[in-house]
């Protein structure tokens, strides 16, 4: 049985495409600039339906500035929901797989079915894009987002990481990894994860899924978020679950509903440590809550500062305009800099001429501080090379 | 002939003969300015006249004859429609219409044109004129486009003489003293106008609010001034901003904004004392707001701004920021009201600003500007006035004048538009030539001009995304299918001129796509 779809807004950057059963393909069109536009729009409506296995149906498309990514996300979207056996368009992974330590001062949150917002988002100079099929998607739009998403992955190139936000796996999480995981996102963000059975679940799925799209092993990434108070507690097994987890994030808001605290420092206090620990000691990176003021710049600058002091490696963010706030925030000062390239010069002098100890102004230097050195060095070259502005 | 940007040029158009485009500041004038004919009056001769009607009478206005209009009620002027129904009822024919500027509330010229009321049309064309005379528009000549310094040179040097001017006076007494900053509705300086009221055959002042004498400040002067008019409604202020005032919500926009406030940080001339054009778009206005903060951070206050004033602007003078804002046209009600009130901010005219025929032009005097354009190509050259459709829907404003004056002059534009890429490999309309503009600012990072290799190196140290136009322009076209282009046939139907009088670029009739 056929039935009507729709699929897609009429905000700027987006389209509405509409799908009922037609025995041959019936293409409309309706745009700006119709002589200049319109054969382009059609010539990726026709190759959409053709890769998706479609050759009747009636397809109407209203442009309001759709590039071909989100115009063939849409057309697919609405014709699986409209015509029995239109298949998934399959997709080639384009990105390489990033390295479990790299810089994630940074992770940019994106709506996964506006694309006004999706359009440019890697131009900001984030480490991590987090593109969001959960809460900022409602539920009548969750298929059309993670389609959406698919294509997105398949054809934007970009610096930065790029991660899909689930929805949890008894919620559509599963059919979300199913879309994207052929698209190879460098990593999966697991909201509500509640233990480590949650994130073996996960990390199980993305095995099966990289097996059967023929992908190699292991090279999606995981990052939990802890953001209810049975997930607080059970961080230490959450963290250490598996080995595709390279981060834990907290989520604030979240944590206060389901704890019934009120917003402070102080009540977030327990949580943050807890869950830094937990991170650190499974040997994995810790990622604050999102600040969601997004006027507020020195509201942001001091939280982050104080996150970081606590140890946390980086911090979500709800708005471009916040990625270089907390780029500064994280970025070493210049002594602490300074320090680091004598402790790493004085390691690597040592460690080439066999002696064990080491010191550095006067003080004993051990492993631990020079991994650390280490790491403010990374964080300083990231500043330097990352563009934060 | 091909000009120097090497576009094809007629030889001749519409019974004018055109000199081609040498360079930017290639021509040098001469002769002797085309003034009006000496005219005295009695000392006890009025000027009030009941209506437009009479003041038609009055001139005696006759088929065939110039009548001009300023633009400072942009989308909100009620004038234009006005006069040209009058001349309508009248019988006239043939009129040439000098308006500074056209806007979408004068659709209704449509009529008039087709009716042969209008057979000519100089000056910028904002939406549906500008589309109609595209395809075929019906007019006897083609148009002629110039900026805002060069219509002020083509009246001074006689290329255009106006028969009678209309000036939309937001204050007037009824000696013919006017200013556009006082009265019922002020639209901001009607300066524009100056040159029209001391060059035309004949000026008539057209009020909604007649004041009692001297009505001041004196932008256009009694001494000028040979008829008055008081009618009901002369325009709409609420659309002097046409809705472009609002610092963008688009991130994409603000990140374009905030690359330009980069580049003038980065530049050499980013000292206390520097000076700078910050428009009206709203990506200007977030530039500006952000340039603010710089200036703030570093503790430099600019020595002047050139306008369009909008509050962010005037924000800036208020917290001593800005030391002074040269006004040419305001762009909402706070700068409006800051004329009245600031001493630091003065109005001008286009002669002041923007006149290449002159002994001197403030954008000659400025550091940094900010311009938007429809296009711009791998040569750097900016098309502001039509799209990539083909079709004829923008005037060139002060884009040339202030592009060629500023020592950077600084592009702001998205790499796509749409659907549509914004670089391309050629400019479907050249307004400014490329070698006037310094640095293109896009969403996908930003280029410089090859000629300016001491400044895209410090823009490379200071850590800024400098690329190539070419790179850019490939990451926009792999994201969308090739649009379609116009097709044009023989026919001209506008002229467009450089600031100096040469030509630049025609616009041919969009005869298709394909």
């Known amino acids: ?389 | 002939m091909k000009n120097a940007v090497g576009r094809e040029i007629p030889e001749v158009v519409g019974g004018r003969t055109l000199r081609p485009f040498e360079g930017a500041f290639a021509t040098r004038a001469s002769g002797r300015k085309a003034a009006r004919a000496q005219k005295g009056i009695g000392r006890d001769e009025e000027k009030l006249l009941p209506s437009l009607d009479a003041a038609l009478e009055a001139t005696g206005l006759a088929d065939g004859m110039t009548i001009s209009f300023h633009h400072c009620f942009r989308d909100g002027d009620a004038l234009v429609n006005q006069v040209v129904d009058a001349c309508a009822r009248k019988g006239l024919r043939d009129l040439r219409l000098f308006a500074t500027a056209l806007f979408p509330v004068h659709k209704p010229l449509l009529e008039h044109i087709e009716s042969g009321v209008i057979g000519r049309i100089e000056g910028s064309m904002n939406g549906p004129v500008g589309a109609f005379v595209s395809q075929g528009g019906m007019l006897r000549d083609p148009a002629v486009l110039r900026s805002h310094g060069g219509r002020w040179r083509a009246v001074e040097a006689g290329d255009v003489h106006i028969d009678v001017a209309f000036i939309a006076a937001p204050q007037a007494d009824a000696y013919g003293n006017a200013n556009g900053i006082h009265g019922k509705t002020p639209c901001g300086p009607i300066t524009f106008a100056s040159v029209d009221a001391q060059y035309a055959d004949q000026t008539v002042v057209v009020t909604n609010d007649l004041a009692p004498y001297p009505a001041h400040p004196f932008e256009i002067q009694q001494g000028w001034t040979d008829y008055v008019v008081e009618v009901d409604e002369i325009g709409d202020p609420g659309n002097i901003a046409s809705g472009t005032l609002q610092i963008t919500r688009s991130p994409t926009r603000l990140r374009i904004a905030r690359l330009a406030a980069d580049v003038v940080v980065a530049s050499p001339y980013f000292v206390d004392g520097f000076s700078f054009q910050g428009g009206a778009g709203g990506v200007s206005l977030a530039t500006v707001a952000y340039l603010g903060e710089e200036m703030e951070r570093a503790g430099i206050v600019s020595s002047f701004a050139i306008g369009g004033g909008t509050r962010f602007l005037i924000d800036l003078l208020h917290r001593g920021r800005v030391r002074t804002i040269l006004e040419g046209q305001a762009f909402d009600i706070e700068a409006i009201r800051s004329l009245r009130e600031d001493d630091g901010h003065v109005t001008i005219d286009p002669g002041h600003y923007a006149n290449y025929d002159s002994r001197g032009s403030s954008t000659y005097r400025l550091d940094a500007a900010f311009l938007g354009a429809t296009e711009v190509d791998l040569e750097f050259n900016a098309n502001v006035n039509t799209h990539s459709d083909g079709l004829l829907l923008h005037g060139i404003g002060g884009h040339q004048d202030v592009a060629a004056g500023a020592s950077m002059t600084i592009i702001t534009v998205p790499a796509l538009r749409g659907r549509l890429p914004v670089i391309v490999d050629r400019v479907t309309t050249v307004t400014t030539p490329g070698e006037v503009i310094d640095v293109i600012v896009t969403d996908r990072g930003i280029a410089v001009n090859p000629a300016r290799e001491e400044l895209r190196d410090r823009l490379v140290a200071a850590g800024l995304p400098v690329r190539e136009l070419e790179e850019i322009k490939k990451e926009a076209e792999a994201l969308t299918q090739p649009a379609g282009v116009p097709v044009f046939g023989d026919e001209i139907i506008a002229v467009i001129e450089w600031r100096d009088g040469t030509v630049i670029d025609v616009v041919r009739k969009v005869e298709g796509w394909a």
């Open chain 1, 1 to 389: 049985m056929s039935r009507e779809a729709v699929a897609g807004s009429d905000g700027r950057g987006d389209c509405v495409v509409r799908v009922s059963a037609a025995k041959s393909l019936k293409i409309t069109v309706r745009c700006g600039n119709p002589p200049l536009l319109e054969p382009g729009i059609r010539a990726v409506a026709e190759r959409t339906a053709e890769a998706a296995g479609v050759s009747g149906a009636a397809i109407e498309i209203a442009d309001s500035g759709a590039l071909d990514f989100v115009l063939s996300a849409r057309v697919e979207a609405a014709l699986r929901e409209a015509v029995d056996g239109a298949t998934a368009i399959g997709v080639a992974p384009q990105r390489k797989p990033s390295r479990r330590d790299r810089l994630r001062r940074s992770r940019l949150y994106s709506p996964g079915n506006n694309p006004r917002l999706l359009l440019g988002i890697e131009m900001h100079g984030a480490d991590c894009l987090l593109f969001d099929l959960e809460d900022a998607v409602p539920p009548a739009e969750k298929a059309a987002a993670r389609v959406l998403v698919k294509h997105l992955l398949a054809t934007v190139t970009m610096d930065a990481e790029a991660w899909v936000r689930i929805n949890p796996l008894d919620a559509g999480g599963g059919e979300d990894l199913v879309e994207v995981i052929p698209a190879r996102p460098h990593g999966v963000c697991l909201p509500k994860a509640e233990d480590g059975d949650d994130v073996r679940a996960v990390a199980e799925r993305i095995a099966a899924l990289e097996d059967e799209a023929g992908l190699e092993a292991g090279l999606v990434w995981i990052l939990p978020i802890v953001e209810t108070a049975r997930g607080t507690l059970h961080a230490e097994e959450i963290a250490a679950a598996d080995p595709r987890v390279v981060s834990l994030a907290f989520g604030a808001e979240d944590y206060l509903r389901d704890t019934g605290a009120r917003r402070s420092w102080e009540a977030l206090l327990w949580p943050r440590a807890q869950l830094l620990a937990a991170a650190r000691s499974a040997g994995v990176q810790a990622s604050d809550t999102v600040y969601s003021n997004v006027d507020d710049d020195d509201g942001l600058r001091s939280e982050t500062c104080a996150v970081r002091d606590l140890g946390f490696d980086g911090k979500g963010a709800i708005h471009p305009r916040q990625v270089p706030i907390l780029h500064d925030a994280f970025a070493p000062s210049e002594e602490e800099v300074d320090r680091a390239r004598r402790i790493v010069a004085a390691a690597e002098e040592a460690e080439a001429q066999g002696i064990g100890a080491v010191t550095v102004d006067g003080r004993m230097v051990d492993r631990p501080v020079v991994d650390r050195a280490r790491r403010t060095l990374a964080l300083a070259d990231g500043t330097e090379g990352g563009g934060s502005r």
